[in-house]
């Protein structure tokens, strides 16, 4: 139904919006990553321990958030696939509405032109034409 294809297309579009939102944090984490880099020229080895331990952190949670992302884009796939299907269907269901449409209306003009021939004939005989 056209609810059905509705709501698909509300997920569709609320998946697409997480989506973007996780592009933006990974390129914000990577931002945040170059920037506190910068300035571990003049750190410490427990200061440089400490930021390896937060850079291996970071990158756990990257992968993590690609792993969201995979996800994601797979239920969005899954999704518009459903749809696209919904659709063909549907199409389907139409063009059998189109031709059945045409058909009635040559059963109806063929009917009509009899009827018209038949009426015709009939005068004829009456009036000895």
């Known amino acids: 139904s ?10 569709v579009d609320s998946m ?3 989506v973007q939102l996780n592009f933006a944090e990974l390129a914000d984490d990577s931002h945040k990553v170059a920037e506190q ?10 200061q440089i321990f400490a ?3 937060f850079l291996q952190q970071e990158l756990r949670n990257i992968s993590q958030n690609q ?14 696939h459903q749809v696209m299907e919904e659709v ?4 389907g269901q139409l063009q059998e509405v189109l031709d059945g449409q ?8 063929l009917s009509e032109s009899r009827s018209s021939a038949r009426g ?4 004829s005989a009456i009036t000895g034409v």
């Open 2 to 11: 056209r609810v059905e294809v509705f709501n698909s297309s509300r997920v």
């Open 16 to 18: 697409a919006g997480t």
């Open 37 to 46: 880099d910068q300035h571990l020229s003049n750190a410490s080895p427990a």
């Open 51 to 53: 930021r390896l331990d």
């Open 67 to 80: 792993q969201h992302f995979r996800q994601e884009q797979q239920q969005i796939m899954l999704v518009l």
């Open 88 to 91: 063909q269907r549907r199409r």
């Open 102 to 109: 045409v058909q009635l209306r040559r059963d109806i003009l």
């Open 120 to 123: 015709s004939n009939s005068t």
